[in-house]
């Protein structure tokens, strides 16, 4: 089973300044196959990035993702005021899918 | 524009078993990976298993391993979760999520069931 950590645990941050959410993973993620997640309370999980580093339909320019291997990172520019959420990040390269345990994106 | 549809609440005993159905509109079914995850109160998602109707051989995580089952009708293009020997730990929200097609071969989960509670309770 490849594990997934996320770091930070939470990050509190102002609406307008960037945040930066990383993923490691225990071992190789296969053909970069990593989604991040944006969940809101009472809400199922929506897809934001596919592939590492691919915005799903419909996600804003402002959400951006990089990395490969091991070391996947989520940026969002700016924040807006409905970006304070949780995001998990996901491989699905293994035949075993795992998720990382999620970083809370809040209101400072 | 594709749908998940899934059934309502449901309150079991330990012990027992329940059955979730995730009905899926306005896109293919049978080529299409259905997967399940739940998510505990207050906890993150954990992904259970899945499976690709037209394969029919379902991957399931190995914690689940005995106690889960997920199968797929194809002809009302809907998938069914059951887990048995049920405890308190197993109260969560089960979803539903529509991965890729067998030809992309990209499993992210890019459509959402609008989830299910389930509650085991004596």
Redesign the interface.
Known sequence: ?IVLTQSPGTLSLSPGERATLSCRATETIS?D?L?W?Q?KPGQ????LI??ASNR?TGIPDRFSASGSGTDFTLTISRLEPEDFAVY?C?Q?GD????????TKVDIK | QVQLVQSGADVKKPGSSVKVSCKTSGGAFSTYAI?W?RQAPGQ????MG?LIPIFEKP?Y??KFQGRLTIIADESTSTAFMELNSLTSEDTAVY?C?R??SRYS???????????TLVTVSS
């Open positions: 089973e053909s196959s989604a997640y969940q199922a999980p929506r897809l596919h592939r799903a998990y996901q699905y035949s075993e899918f795992t998720f990382g345990p999620g | 997967n995850v993150g998602l954990e992904w899945g991957d995580a190995q979803y999520a991965g890729g071969g990209n499993y992210a989960l890019f459509q959402w069931g609008q989830g």
